[in-house]
């Protein structure tokens, strides 16, 4: 059985990311800063709806897959579920840049920051030049809202104490039927 992880990403750019990964990595390496760690400033919010559902809404409306990205780091201990770009158009100057983390089957993290556009500035876009962290966040939090998806924007803590009260509450009341 397929991990949610691997339904999501396109077969074959997904393929082709496997197998030229160390080269992208020696490049990156080369050239940019391979490793990136994701800033409270980029957290958009946390979508309550499957990790599978958001990111069919996401491709709906023009995001897609970004199989370069691969390194992004969270500041909790999860490994990122998805990463999406879109751009206005293919060559466009720059873009925005959605990372996904689902801690659970109900919940996603969406961090989010705007940068350069890697096909049309793959140097700058390697090096992170000019990255937007807040303007990029605050955007992606405003399309998320324009789609009728509810987020919550709290911090992780507060997130967490309500998600396991919510979680318990419902095991409690599984248990009493």
């Not at 997904?14 to 992208?24: A, C, I, K």
């Not at 080369?30 to 760690?37: A, S």
């Not at 109900?106 to 096909?119: K, M, R, S, T």
């Not at 998320?144 to 919510?166: K, L, N, P, V």
Request: glycine share 4%; charged share 30%; hydrophobic share 30%.
């Amino acid at each position: 059985m397929r991990t949610i992880t691997e339904t999501l990403q396109p077969d074959v750019s997904y393929r082709v990311r496997q197998r030229l990964g160390p080269l992208v990595t020696r490049f990156a390496r080369r050239f940019g800063q391979p490793e990136y760690r994701l800033r409270d400033t980029e957290y958009v919010g946390t979508v309550q709806r499957p990790l599978d559902e958001f990111t069919e809404t996401l491709q709906e409306h023009g995001f897609e897959w970004d199989p370069l990205a691969w390194y992004h780091q969270p500041p909790v201990g999860s490994e990122p579920d998805g990463s999406w770009t879109y751009q206005r158009s293919l060559l466009a100057d720059r873009q925005i840049h959605a990372i996904l983390i689902a801690h659970s089957p109900d919940y996603v993290d969406v961090f989010a920051h705007e940068e350069y556009n890697w096909l049309r500035h793959p140097i700058k876009h390697l090096r992170q030049v000019d990255i937007e962290r807040e303007a990029g966040s605050d955007e992606m939090r405003r399309w998320i809202e324009s789609q009728g998806i509810s987020i919550d924007i709290r911090s992780r803590r507060r997130r967490r104490t309500s998600h396991a009260i919510r979680d318990c509450y419902k095991y409690l009341v599984s248990i009493v039927r």
